[in-house]
Every structure is written in C-alpha cells, then in structure tokens.
C-alpha cells in the first residue's frame, strides 16, 4: 500500500528565503507526482507536475524535482514571499490507468514579513 | 484552463435534511470526477470515484446510501448527503480529471463547507 509522507508537517521562515519542502513515498512504482497548494478554507491548486520519467519540473520561484529509485521529491520556492503562506500537498499516482492519488498530510507553510 | 467549479461554497442545514453539492469543469471534459472529505488540519480523505454515465465506486468505509453520487455529464456530477447529522459536517472538494490530455492530471475545485445543526 502506498504511503506519502511530508516533512516537516509545519514550517515558519522569514521572508525572502529560499526553501525546502520534503515529500516521500514508499512504493517507487508510480506514474506521477504533483504538488498542490491550498490556502484555508479552499480547495487545491495544482503547482507542478512530474511524470515518473522526468527529473523536475519547474514554474517561476517554484521547482520540483523527483528521484523516483528513493521515493523522494521536493519542492523549493526561491525568495519567499508572505503570499506564499499556504498548505503544500504532494499526491502520487500509482498508474497511468490508475484512478487515484494518494496525498501526503501537508506542509503547513508560513512566511513571516 | 482548466477551471473547476463547486457550487454552493457553504451550506447551512438541519439535521435529517438531503444537501446537493455541484461540481463542474467549466472549460473541459471531464470524464472522471472525484470527491473527497477534508476534517479540520488533514489531508483530503477519497470518498468515491465516478465515471460519467456508469455507478460511482465508494471508498471503503463510505456509505454509498448516505453519499449519492451522480455523474450525468462530462462537465458536471453533483454528491447529495442524504438525511444529514451533524458529524457529516465537514469540507467537501471535487476533483475532475481531463479527458484528453497525456498526464491526467487533476483538477480541484474550491470547496463546498457544509454545517449541519
């Protein structure tokens, strides 16, 4: 069974730093991966998304990367912002085929002005 | 692209009364839709799956009588909490998934909050 873990469950930096969310998952068997933002009382917003054979993706201060033999991605945001203040979920899907995505508990993200 | 919608984006009801959430893809073909529960401070829970025009297949543990699911087009399916209880509070999220497309990748709506005293 699949499982998706996100560290650290909380994070608070200052802002204009460059950081590092933690997502790993225990079956290296999967199709993709992405990550989402939701802000509270929303619903998600897909950030990047990378297919099993990709290495990274990337999207303005946002880059993913993905080492799928150790079950392991991450995501950097570059010169934090207070906007970017949110919850940060990474989901995998096992198959092309496969219907769903299994998500990770979330980072907590605040940005201190 | 890529927008989906829920509607409403709160509702308030009575205990013993049906609510129907709407979830659409407002600018593409959807033929798979999910939905999921939310509680406070986790992760999103998968309720069920549905495919336009056949039965929803229901998570473990989800009551399929109480959570009636209906996918009737590839732009719209719509969840009805039937004889709602308070502890059916919580928050709902669609999901809709691209017909076309190489990577079927999901898309979330914004949340449908439902309160029942």
């Known amino acids: 069974k699949q499982e998706v873990t996100q560290i650290p469950a909380a994070l608070s930096v200052p802002e204009g730093e460059n950081l590092v969310l933690n997502c790993s998952f225990t079956?290296?068997?999967?199709?993709?991966l992405q990550w989402f933002r939701q802000d509270p009382g929303k619903g998600l917003t897909s950030l990047l998304l990378i297919q099993s054979s990709q290495r990274e993706q990337t999207s303005g201060r946002l880059n993913a990367s993905l080492d799928k033999s150790s079950g392991r991605s991450t995501l950097y945001i570059a010169a934090s912002q207070p906007g970017d203040s949110a919850t940060y979920l990474c989901?995998?899907?096992?198959?092309?085929?496969?219907?769903?995505?299994?998500f990770g508990q979330g980072t907590r993200l605040t940005i201190n002005p | 692209g890529a927008v989906v919608s829920q509607h409403p984006s709160w509702v308030i009801c009575k205990s013993g009364t049906s609510v129907k959430i709407e979830c659409r893809s407002l600018d593409f073909q959807a033929t798979t839709m999910f939905w999921y529960r939310q509680f406070p401070k986790q992760s999103l829970m998968l309720m069920a799956t549905?495919?336009?025009?056949?039965?929803?297949?229901?998570e473990q543990g989800v009551e399929k009588d109480k959570f009636l699911i209906n996918h009737a087009s590839l732009t719209l399916s719509t969840l009805t909490v039937t004889s709602a209880h308070p502890e059916d509070s919580s928050f709902y999220i669609c999901?809709?998934?691209?017909?076309?497309?190489?990577?079927?990748?999901?898309?979330f709506g914004p949340g449908t909050r439902l309160t029942v005293l």
């Open positions: 549905s495919n336009e025009g056949s039965k929803a297949t229901y």
């Open positions: 999901s809709a998934r691209r017909s076309s497309g190489p990577y079927n990748e999901q898309f």
């Open positions: 989901a995998v899907r096992r198959g092309q085929g496969a219907q769903k995505l299994v």
């Open positions: 079956d290296s068997a999967i199709y993709n």
